[in-house]
């Protein structure tokens, strides 16, 4: 069974950081793309970052700079250093994976229950 279970999210300050986690479970990693999506209290869910199986990255443009994705193969989890939060990245967090050893925005099969991050003073 496929599982993908998120945590590390809570309650930051602006300026803040967090790091969430990605567990996945049912399959290795190898041979998948890993992205983290966020969706805020009325927005549609919107892709954050993503890393390949040899580690490229790609972020969107509210990420760079302060976000940072990795993966760790061996231990099938991956990643989502968050710093400098700001009160607009509150949000669910996601991580989704698909296969694929490309850089991927979108089409992800599998899917995490989600971790709440929010940000506020």
């Known amino acids: 069974q496929v599982q993908l279970v998120e945590s590390g999210g809570g309650l930051v300050q602006p300026g803040g950081s967090l790091r969430l986690s990605c567990a996945v479970r049912?399959?290795?990693?190898?041979?998948?793309?890993m992205a983290w999506f966020r969706q805020a209290p009325g927005k549609e869910r919107e892709f954050v970052a993503t890393?390949?199986?040899?580690?490229?990255?790609y972020y969107t443009d509210s990420a760079k700079g302060r976000f940072t994705i990795s993966r760790d193969n061996a231990k099938n989890t991956a990643y989502l250093q968050m710093n400098s939060l700001k009160v607009e990245d509150t949000a669910v967090y996601f991580c989704?994976?698909?296969?694929?050893?490309?850089?991927?925005?979108?089409?992800?099969?599998?899917w995490g229950q989600g971790t709440q991050v929010t940000v506020s003073s």
């Open positions: 890393a390949n199986w040899g580690g490229a990255t």
């Open positions: 049912g399959f290795t990693l190898n041979d998948y793309a």
């Open positions: 989704a994976a698909r296969v694929g050893k490309g850089i991927y925005t979108g089409g992800y099969d599998y």
